[in-house]
């Protein structure tokens, strides 16, 4: 099951981190988020020893969001120390999710 990260802990559970970080932002409103949902939870029971994997609710913490400038949701966000290293706007196919965690690793 994915993380769930806020406005407050996003520092010492993003930036912080000991490994990469999958962030999944989504809204509960979002159709499309709804379908991204379930292989993002797959996605973190995987990679549970190699990634965290977590999800922002851009509704209730739109500081984060705001910082990283979501417009458009989902929208996940791959970080390697720290740093943005990779993007994908959309649903996509699972396979496209794990192959970008794949060269995070």
């Known amino acids: 099951m994915a ?3 806020t406005d407050s802990n996003f520092e010492e559970h993003v930036l912080k981190a000991d490994k990469p970080v ?24 995987e990679y549970k020893d190699k990634v965290v994997v977590g999800k922002v609710d851009v ?4 500081d984060v969001a705001m910082k990283y400038g979501i417009r458009n949701i ?23 999710l794990a192959g970008k965690i794949e060269s995070l690793l």
């Open 22 to 45: 999958v962030l999944d932002f989504w809204a509960e409103w979002c159709g499309p988020c709804r379908m991204v949902g379930p292989i993002v939870n797959e996605l973190a029971e």
């Open 74 to 96: 989902p929208t996940i966000l791959f970080f390697k120390d720290g740093e943005v290293a990779d993007k994908q706007v959309g649903a996509v196919p699972k396979n496209v």
């Open 59 to 62: 509704d209730s913490n739109p």
């Open 3 to 5: 993380l769930e990260i």
